[in-house]
């Protein structure tokens, strides 16, 4: 184990989903896109969640399958499996690591990069944005 390095897992903000929740109920949300999270179901007010999602105009959600909160999405964006992706991961300061894909992505689904990609107005492939990711930053 090294330690003089700090490591960039896990580094989510337990406050997020509170304050999400707020501008939810406050009625400041009016298009929400989720990728790689299932409030209804992770979340011990999976309930009250249910109910908050129901309250936005425009639910996206980016998943590999149709999970509780997808069920209540206005549009569910396929996402590609992980093992069918590209991707880069920081897991550690100064560490950086590529994942290329080990199988064929299925037809018509997307990695969540390459959705805000074309969502933007830039569309890309997943390896496009990996090598643009490390053209630029590495």
């Known amino acids: 184990i090294e330690l003089e390095r700090r490591s960039l897992q896990r ?3 337990a406050d997020a989903p509170r304050r999400l929740a707020d501008e939810i109920d ?3 949300c009016d298009l929400l896109v ?3 999270v299932n409030p209804v179901y ?4 999976g309930t009250a969640w249910a109910e908050r999602l129901s309250r936005v105009p425009s639910v996206v959600v980016i998943t ?3 999970d509780e909160t997808a069920a209540r999405a206005f549009a569910v964006a396929a996402s590609t499996h992980p093992l069918a992706a590209w991707e880069d991961q920081t897991p550690v300061e100064g560490v950086y690591s590529l994942r290329q894909p080990t199988t064929s992505p299925s037809a ?3 990695t969540p990069a390459e959705w805000l990609a074309a969502w933007a107005g830039a569309p890309a492939d997943a390896l496009t944005l990996v090598r643009g990711q490390w053209r630029d930053h590495v």
Do not use: H, K, M
């Open 64 to 66: 590999d399958r149709l």
């Open 26 to 28: 406050a009625g400041d």
């Open 108 to 110: 018509y689904t997307r």
């Open 34 to 36: 989720l990728a790689g």
């Open 42 to 45: 992770d979340r011990p007010d």
């Open 11 to 13: 580094l989510g903000d």
